[in-house]
C-alpha cells in the first residue's frame, strides 16, 4: 500500500481512533492501527475487542491496499510533522516508511490479516437520535456509573428507547440517576434496552463533543454501532438485565423541602471541610419551619454547622447522606432552585430540577 495525504487532514481521524487502543495489550496486533485504502478514502480502525473505531480521512493519492501500523508511534510522528506538510506511506516487505520533504521514519507493521473483525451481529433495531439529546442524557447521568462493581449491569450505562422517548439510567448501588426525554418524530420504531460498559460510555461521551448532527443507532443482540458521520462507534454491550430503578423512585413522600440551589450547595461545600474524608457522612436535619440545619464532624472532634432557609413541609426528621452524592446532584441542577423529596422513614432522597423534570436523582441514606 502507498499514499500521499495531508497531515491536517490524517491527524483528527487518527487521534480519535487511537483513543480507544490500550496502552498495554496482551495481543500485539491491537496496539496497531488498522489503514486501509479504498476508492482514495483511507479508513483508520482501532479496537481493544470490546470497542472499535473507524474513522476515514481524503489521501491525495494511493493505491489501494491495508496494513496495520504501532498506534502510539504513528500518531506522535504526524502529531510533530510540520501543520502543512504531506505525508507519505510506502509499505514494503514488512516495513513501512513515512516521509515528508524533510522527514523519513521507518516502522515495522503486521499483517492486516491478523487484525481482529469486529463482529456486531445482525441489526434488529435502527433509529436516528439527535447527538445534543445523547449528550444532554449522558451529562446528567454518567457520574453516578459504578466503578468495577461486581454487579456487572452497574458498571455502564443503561439506554432505554421506548417508542419515541429515550431514558438514560446510572447507578452506582448508592445513587441513581434518570433522564428522559422525547424524540422528535417518533424515530426508534421498537422499544429496545441496551447496556453500554463504563469504558464505551466515556469513549463516546468523547467523540460526542459539541455536534448538533443527527446520530445513526444499530442494535444487535450483543453489540451498539453508532455511525456520527465521520466516525463510527461499535462497542460490546453488558450482558444481563439492568435492575428496576422504577422501583427506586420514592412514590409515598412524606417530607419536601424547597431551597435556593447555590445557598444549599455553598453549605454543603463549607460542611464538607470538616466531614471525615472516608465516610463523608453530611447530617442534614429540619427541627422546625423553614430552617435546614447541615452537620459534619471527623475523628478528631472537629465539628461544623450551617442553617440555611427553606420552604418545607411534612414536620421534624433528621437523615445522614454522603455528601458527595448531593453535590453531583446539585451540581448537574440547571434551575436556581432545588426540590428536596423524602419518603415516610427516609428511606432515600428524591431531587428534582424545579425547572426541568427531564432529570431525577435518588440518593439513599447512610447507616449511623
Keep these: 500500500m502507498n499514499l500521499s495525504i495531508l497531515r491536517k487532514n490524517l491527524l483528527p481521524p487518527l487521534q480519535q481512533v487511537v483513543g480507544v487502543i490500550e496502552r498495554k495489550q496482551t495481543l500485539p496486533i491491537l496496539s496497531n492501527v488498522l489503514l486501509c485504502l479504498v476508492d482514495g478514502r483511507l479508513y483508520l480502525t482501532g479496537t481493544d475487542l470490546e470497542l472499535q473505531l473507524v474513522a476515514h480521512a481524503t489521501v491525495e493519492s494511493g493505491e489501494p491496499g491495508q496494513i496495520t501500523l ?15 506538510s504531506v505525508l507519505n506511506i510506502n509499505c514494503l516487505d514488512g516495513r513501512a516508511v513515512l516521509s515528508s520533504s524533510t522527514s523519513r521514519y521507518t516502522l515495522g507493521t503486521l499483517p492486516a490479516d491478523y487484525f481482529p473483525q469486529f463482529d456486531s451481529g445482525a441489526v434488529d433495531v435502527e433509529f436516528k437520535i439527535p447527538a445534543s439529546l445523547l449528550k444532554k442524557a449522558m451529562d446528567k447521568t454518567i457520574f453516578a456509573m459504578a466503578n468495577k462493581d461486581y454487579r456487572h449491569f452497574l458498571n455502564g450505562l443503561l439506554l432505554y428507547f421506548d417508542g419515541n422517548r429515550i431514558k438514560a439510567v446510572a447507578s452506582d448501588g448508592h445513587r441513581l440517576c434518570y433522564f428522559s426525554e422525547e424524540l422528535d418524530n417518533a424515530q426508534a420504531q421498537n422499544s429496545r434496552q441496551i447496556i453500554i460498559p463504563r469504558k464505551g460510555v466515556t469513549e463516546l461521551y468523547r467523540l460526542l463533543g459539541d455536534s448538533e448532527e443527527s446520530l445513526s443507532f444499530r442494535v444487535s443482540a450483543n453489540a451498539v454501532q453508532v455511525d456520527m458521520g ?18 427506586v423512585i420514592p412514590k409515598d413522600i412524606t417530607h419536601r423541602l424547597m431551597a435556593e440551589r447555590s445557598a444549599l450547595k455553598s453549605a454543603l461545600t463549607r460542611v464538607a471541610v470538616l466531614s471525615h474524608e472516608k465516610y463523608k457522612g453530611m ?15 471527623n475523628p478528631e472532634h472537629e465539628e ?9 413541609e411534612g414536620g421534624t426528621f433528621q437523615v445522614v447522606f454522603n455528601f458527595t452524592y448531593l453535590l453531583d446532584a446539585i451540581n448537574n441542577i440547571d434551575s436556581d432552585r432545588v426540590k428536596l423529596s423524602l419518603p415516610s422513614g427516609c428511606s432515600s432522597c428524591l431531587i428534582e430540577d424545579t425547572q426541568d423534570s427531564r432529570f431525577l436523582f435518588i440518593v439513599m441514606p447512610m447507616r449511623i
Design 70 to 84: 504501532p498506534a502510539r508511534k504513528f500518531l506522535e510522528i504526524v502529531r510533530l510533522s510540520p501543520d502543512e
Design 283 to 297: 447530617s442534614l436535619e429540619v427541627a422546625g419551619d423553614e430552617t435546614l440545619c447541615l452537620k459534619a464532624h
Design 304 to 312: 461544623a454547622e450551617e442553617k440555611i432557609t427553606i420552604e418545607t
Design 230 to 247: 465521520t466516525v463510527c462507534f461499535s462497542a460490546k454491550l453488558i450482558e444481563g438485565s439492568y435492575p428496576d430503578y422504577q422501583r
